[in-house]
């Protein structure tokens, strides 16, 4: 078989994003997809080979400090999304304060558990149920913490914790706080007045283009307060035309900063937001149809819906033989439903016509 043909016959079986509602990914922008290819065979690994893909990595970084009021000592790094940013921190945070103990959220993504087991790392999870309180972080923390996690956009129910009060605390106590703002980032500065940057005392914060961003995948960036903490994961790079790296991969796709800075640039402040709301106008109007129908959900803050089911496995099942692929929480007995900017108004109107048939 010619290697076109089979390669298009291997898409064919990937889900369209026409049914995809359980995932915080979506179609990048079309600006971004061209920057990519312009982009293609750039290596961020060996960065002096490539000084103008360099520029636009440390530019992409830079708005995005901007963009999450980092102070003038901030340090970036663009990284693969979330997950290698959530380690990153953990590294950093592991190095300087040289404890073993993170308070996480009950409801953190399971990156927090890769970043425990590879740093050997204890998690100790703040009893809160929904999103992490102030009081529980208090009840909890203690002189063995090496860093508190806090999220900006729970990954189940897209909840925000109370991220400046925490930040507070961690302060008083001197423990780093790192805000995992992976999902949230690129659409709570435009739906909430909650502060969760670095107006607030936090010590780091990742936030994914490649998410809410409408960037390419892979494309996250970790943000830290302090540039000389970077110093903890420098290692000298042998046989690469460049001196030194710090983070987790050696080649990097250059690809993915100059998808994600074409994007930020193209739409700006005011570009995001516009598909900010219109998410959360979707989002509302799916509240609406799922009232209508007395489907039970839980409140929404940002564009995700959690609807409560005792069968969510065997609902998401069903729904996935109509070609309807949602998120499933057993353990919080829901089904995600993540109204990224591909989830238009008639998409949602067929899904929850299907929905009524097997909920
Ligand atoms: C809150 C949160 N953090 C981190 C991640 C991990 O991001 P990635 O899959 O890009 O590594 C996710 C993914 O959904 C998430 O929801």
Redesign the pocket.
């Given at each position: 078989m010619d290697i076109i043909k089979e390669l298009e016959e291997a898409k064919k079986m990937d889900a369209s994003f026409e049914n995809i509602l359980g995932s915080?990914c979506t179609m990048p922008h079309k600006i971004a997809i061209k920057a990519y290819e312009m982009f293609i065979e750039t290596n961020l690994g060996d960065y002096e080979l490539f000084k103008g893909t360099k520029w636009i990595e440390d530019k992409a970084i830079k708005w995005v400090a901007k963009f999450m009021h980092a102070p003038p000592s901030y340090a970036g790094l663009l990284t693969?999304?979330?997950?290698?940013s959530?380690i990153t921190a953990l590294w950093i945070f592991k190095k300087l304060g040289k404890k073993r103990e993170v308070l996480v959220p009950k409801q953190a993504?399971f990156?927090f558990m890769k970043a425990s087991s590879i740093l050997d790392l204890k998690l100790n999870v703040v009893d809160s149920k929904y999103f992490m309180k102030g009081k529980d972080v208090r009840k909890k923390i203690s002189g063995k913490t090496a860093c508190v996690v806090a999220?900006a956009?729970?990954?189940p129910f897209g909840y925000i914790d109370e991220i400046e009060e925490i930040a507070e605390i961690c302060n008083d106590e001197n423990v780093f706080l790192h805000v995992?703002a992976?999902?949230g980032g690129f659409i709570a500065p435009f739906v909430s007045k909650k502060i969760f940057d670095f107006r607030a005392k936090i010590s780091s914060l990742?936030i994914?283009a490649?998410?809410m961003g409408m960037a390419c995948i892979?494309c996250?960036f970790l943000l830290l307060r302090n540039k000389e903490w970077i110093e903890e994961i420098k290692v000298k790079s042998r046989c690469t035309h460049t001196k030194f790296q710090a983070g987790l991969l050696g080649t990097r796709p250059g690809a993915s900063a100059a998808s994600a800075y074409a994007v930020m640039n193209y739409l700006g402040y005011k570009g995001y937001e516009k598909i900010a709301k219109e998410c959360m106008e979707n989002t509302e109007y799916l509240a609406i149809l799922l009232d209508k129908n007395g489907i039970d959900y839980f409140d929404y803050e940002l564009n995700l819906i959690a609807i409560r089911s005792n069968k969510a496995v065997d609902v998401a099942k069903k729904l996935a033989d109509m070609k309807w692929f949602v998120g499933i929480d057993e353990e919080n007995k829901i089904i995600r439903i993540v109204l990224m900017p591909h989830v238009r108004k008639d998409i949602i109107d067929k899904f929850v016509t299907d929905l009524r048939k097997v909920i």
């Open positions: 915080m693969s999304g979330g997950t290698e959530n993504h990156s999220i956009g729970n990954t995992d992976a999902f990742c994914d490649h998410k892979p996250g």
